[in-house]
């Protein structure tokens, strides 16, 4: 399994999300980072 794969899990009354790129990265970190600069460079 590379880095496209996608593992799905059920955790009771917990609902999660991971979303990691292929460095290993966490996306809910980097996304909202890259956009925060981008709207940025719109004002």
Same mark, same amino acid.
């Given at each position: 399994?590379?880095?496209?794969?996608?593992? +799905?899990?059920?955790?009771?009354?917990? !609902?999660?999300?991971?979303?990691?790129?292929?460095?290993? +990265?966490?996306?809910?970190?980097?996304? !909202?980072?890259?956009?925060?600069?981008?709207?940025?460079?719109?004002?």
């Amino acid at each position: 399994m590379g880095m496209e794969a996608i593992y +799905e899990f059920e955790v009771k009354d917990m !609902p999660v999300t991971v979303a990691v790129d292929s460095s290993g +990265e966490s996306v809910h970190t980097t996304g !909202p980072a890259k956009w925060k600069q981008i709207i940025a460079e719109q004002v």
